[in-house]
């Protein structure tokens, strides 16, 4: 399996931009779901399991606790199916420049090995 080499100028704005404020990884998560529900703009095309599907926006927050996802419409003669996809997945077809950026920043922290921090906050009693 390929690494993904480090890129700095990435690091720098996942630390400054996106989990600056973050101090346990719920608050890495939900950084980064501002981050991209801000970053996306939508709706924009991409491939999904080898089919073109339109991107609607972000998924619920509750469908995003362990992986980022947004919603996507398929679209097969008459019929269409709204489900939530992970971006992970995503290979965008057709989105402005932000929208690439900010898929391609959550791309390479999946694909580093990142995940959200498992401490939790003190309890101050």
């Known amino acids: 399996m390929a690494i993904t080499p480090h890129d700095e100028e990435r690091e720098h704005r996942i630390s400054s931009e996106i989990i600056v404020d973050a101090y346990n990884g719920e608050e890495e998560r939900q950084g ?53 996809m992970s971006l992970s997945l995503c290979e965008v077809i057709e989105a402005d420049e932000t929208t690439i950026e900010a898929i391609s920043d959550w791309k390479y922290w999946v694909e580093r090995g990142y995940e959200f921090s498992e401490n939790e906050e003190e309890e101050f009693i």
């Open 32 to 84: 980064w779901y501002n981050y991209l529900e801000d970053s996306l703009t939508v709706p924009f095309k991409a491939i999904w399991a080898g089919e073109i599907v339109e991107v609607l926006g972000m998924s619920e927050d509750e469908e995003c606790l362990k992986e980022m996802k947004v919603d996507v419409c398929y679209t097969e003669q008459d019929d269409q199916d709204i489900f939530p």
